[in-house]
């Protein structure tokens, strides 16, 4: 509770700020954020602008602690930069959609955890136009270890929006799977990760070798997953492929 509280405030102030001039002016917001962030999670980020997308990096050592408060206090370090990023992208006049922050563990990328942020969801759940259980079914969260986290620190582009519902789709399907032993099992073992949409079709990569019969029984939870994700988001697709590190289908399936 108190969490959602302080979001909120986060954002009542980001709106009173927007409407005084942009607090944050596109020409300096790197450097600007960087300082927020750095104020308000005791943290030197490492802030970039690519396009629409507002990168922010931190190095958080205690991620790869064996003590379990350790590793929630670098959460709660990175959750602060994320509020941080999100007020300053709320009263900027730079054009930011998405605002992507990821916490390592160390220079050599062992652990990697990421949060992707939607400023219209947020601006959305601001004006009471979703509930708090519908904007928490919109996050994006994803954690790697060894040797894929560094792929989040070098694959850098302004997203768009079917980027963002392809990270979605894949993110709650995870949440969604860890209910059922088997498939959570399926999921952690085949490493997915988004690729790209093309000709109406979202496209996912299984990282370890893999055959069709892992993707048969992650047909339904992807299939529903993405029909949902493609209602909200107005986004057309016609369909989830998975393929394996040989570039063979291990799943394909339509959307209604």
Known sequence: MKRFKL??????????????????????????????????????????????????????????SQEPEVVNDAMRVMQRAVFASMRAALSSDANIEFIIVTAYDSPEYNIAIQSVQNMGDIKGFMFRQMSRGDFQSRSVFIIEGAPHAAVLKYNRHGITEADYVGKLILSQATIAGSANPLIAAIINTLNLRYLGKENGILYYVARS????????LLGDIFQTQGAIQAERYRLEIDGIRIININGEIILDVSLP
């Not at 405030?9 to 944050?24: E, R």
């Not at 790197?30 to 030197?44: C, I, M, T, W």
């Not at 990168?55 to 958080?60: A, N, R, V």
């Open 209 to 216: 070798d893999a055959s069709e019969t892992f993707g048969v």
């Open 7 to 64: 979001f909120i405030i986060f954002v009542f102030f980001g709106v009173l700020l927007a409407g005084c001039g942009p607090s944050f002016p596109k020409e300096t917001l790197d450097v600007d954020v960087a300082r927020l962030v750095y104020r308000e999670s005791g943290r030197k980020p490492v802030v970039s602008v690519i396009g629409n997308t507002m990168y922010i990096d931190l190095m958080l050592g205690e991620l790869a």
